[in-house]
């Protein structure tokens, strides 16, 4: 009998390591579907209840079980979260996820491909997706999986995801901004647009915004922020200045790399308040995501 135990847990440890090797991507998936990290993280760990009970011998690729897995669920659960997403409280933007993608992404242009898959700017779109559309998307476009895999994952023809693709692409390219991503002059320009926000100058401040910049504030109505997108260089940059007196004492000021882009992080007696990402194009500001609701910021806690 003893000679058994080491088996079951050679067995269990590999298992482990199998989806602890998987899991970065599983999130990747996940995350990209659903904009939020808490429900990106509940699904993989229902992926790992799966994986756990699943038949041994009908798994033949490990990664393409786990995330074909990890697609379905999160496709079960987006149709059944539409109704509470069409009842949020003003405009809606993803929950900031923090960015260290590592060995993940090997060279300058596979990071660049990943750091804009989890913009702001595209996630937004991506909402806009079905279901389907959104996971075929992220599959193709943000990890590259060949149509086949992708058919075999969704349990439809090749052609049928071809056809998904196509649609979903043209409308993420239709409906995203086209903004600078160079990261070094975007954490340059959001510095000076701090700046100046801080330093009470208005002249400055509507300086670095382009003429129809815009700002776009997510509270879900459980702080203050706006209800509605704010348009036009002179109103963004009045609410600015107005906002950033409330912010001149008491308050500390963190520059974190958020969904591939740098941005600013608000704390207020040690916990997180605010998060600011800028869009850029032409050295000005273009929009202004402001993200205030308390359950998105949480996570941010001891950046």
């Known amino acids: 009998m003893p000679t058994d135990i080491p088996a079951v847990a050679d067995e269990t440890d590999t298992l482990t390591a199998l989806f602890v090797e998987h899991r970065p991507t599983l999130l990747g998936v996940a995350y990209r ?34 995330v074909r897995v990890t ?8 149709r059944q979260a539409q109704a509470r997403h ?77 056809q998904l693709a196509g649609r979903a692409r043209r409308h993420v390219d239709e409906g995203r901004p086209r903004y600078d991503v160079d990261p070094a002059e975007r954490r340059d320009l959001t510095e000076r647009f701090l700046t100046a926000a801080a330093g009470g100058d208005l002249g400055e401040l509507l300086a670095l915004l382009a003429p129809d910049a815009r700002l776009v504030g997510d509270s879900g109505g459980k702080s203050k922020a706006p209800l509605r997108i704010i348009e036009s260089a002179d109103k963004v940059g009045r609410f600015l200045f107005a906002v950033a007196r409330d912010y001149a004492a008491g308050y500390e000021i963190r520059f974190p790399e958020l969904n591939g882009a740098p941005a600013v992080l608000v704390l207020a ?20 995501h402001l993200i205030r609701n308390p359950d998105k910021l949480r996570h941010l806690a001891g950046l």
């Open 33 to 66: 579907m659903f904009g939020r990290a808490a429900d990106a993280e509940d699904v993989v760990q229902e992926a790992w209840l799966r994986w756990t009970a699943a038949d041994r011998a009908a798994v033949r690729e490990p990664r393409a079980f786990l």
């Open 71 to 78: 697609t379905r669920l999160a496709i079960d659960r987006l």
């Open 86 to 162: 069409e009842s949020y409280v003003g405009p809606w933007l993803p929950e900031p996820l923090v960015t260290d993608f590592g060995p993940a992404a090997p060279d300058t242009a596979e990071r660049a491909v990943l750091a804009d898959s989890v913009s702001l700017a595209v996630l937004v779109v991506l909402e806009s997706l079905s279901p389907l559309e959104r996971a075929v998307f992220v599959l193709r476009e943000a990890f590259g999986f060949p149509y086949g895999e992708i058919a075999t994952a969704l349990d439809r023809s090749e052609a049928a995801v071809r």
């Open 269 to 288: 007696d040690g916990k997180p308040d605010t998060v600011v990402q800028i869009e850029a194009r032409d050295g000005l500001v273009q929009c202004v």
